[in-house]
């Protein structure tokens, strides 16, 4: 449950890059491990005012409740990370906080990860562990098919790469909707499966996460409700 939320396509791409909107979406989170845990998840974009947007994710649950904000600029089609927050902590969890400072005047990126200091050059184009999914959302939205990022996690870089499967019809809270199918592209011999599924009907809100772990343990997000717009 704790990878999956903390994970938390038209068929031309479009001349500009789609802008930013303001969104609330809740969801229902599930872990099977012989034994079946749900929970509830938040997720939610606020334009700030100042040129700055919110974006943020919690997430409660038995076993473990989830507070993952990112204060950030959207210029030219791609997020510009400012600020990136994570928080965790639950029932026999020992609690967990992780955080990345961007200073792009000095290129420099620094936070911390396991009570540890770190400091990073930055790359152009580098994004924080919630950044990349709103980024995501966005490029599938302007018909991008295939996608990789540099991404800071855990006091280093790593490159994730994401591909457009196929569209797919799932029912959802109003009914079916067709949506895009893409997945996380791990090696050859990876047995971890990341998939999701977008909805352009809704904004290409992610309307479904499903990530599927060598244990064979699986976990779940499916949409409850969302509202789109100022």
Do not use: H
């Not at 791409?13 to 012989?34: H, R, T, V, W």
């Not at 959302?137 to 994730?160: E, F, L, P, S, V």
């Not at 895009?180 to 479904?208: C, S």
């Amino acid at each position: 449950l704790l990878l999956c939320l903390g994970l938390l396509v038209p068929a031309l791409a479009s001349a500009e890059a789609p802008g930013l909107a303001p969104f609330q979406a809740s969801y229902i989170a599930a872990m099977d491990k012989g034994i079946s845990l749900n929970g509830s998840a938040t997720r939610t974009l606020e334009d700030r005012g100042d040129g700055t947007w919110l974006y943020r994710t919690k997430v409660d649950s038995l076993i473990a409740d989830i507070d993952e904000s990112l204060v950030l600029k959207w210029e030219q089609g791609r997020v510009i990370p400012l600020r990136y927050r994570y928080r965790l902590s639950g029932f026999l969890l020992k609690d967990r906080e992780k955080s990345i400072d961007f200073d792009w005047d000095k290129g420099r990126a620094t936070g911390k990860y396991r009570g540890k200091p770190f400091s990073l050059e930055l790359e152009s184009g580098a994004l924080d562990p919630l950044g990349f999914q709103l980024q995501l959302r966005q490029d599938i939205r302007a018909g991008k098919q295939d996608m990789t990022y540099r991404i800071i996690d855990k006091g280093r870089y790593d490159n994730d790469r994401f591909a457009i499967l196929d569209k797919e019809p799932l029912e959802g809270p109003g009914g079916s909707v067709t949506t895009i199918k893409a997945e996380k592209v791990r090696g050859e011999n990876a047995r971890r499966e990341t998939l999701m599924w977008f909805a352009p009907e809704q904004d290409y809100l992610l309307v479904r996460l499903r990530q599927v772990e060598p244990d064979g343990t699986s976990y779940e997000l499916r949409l409850k409700q969302a509202a789109t717009g100022n």
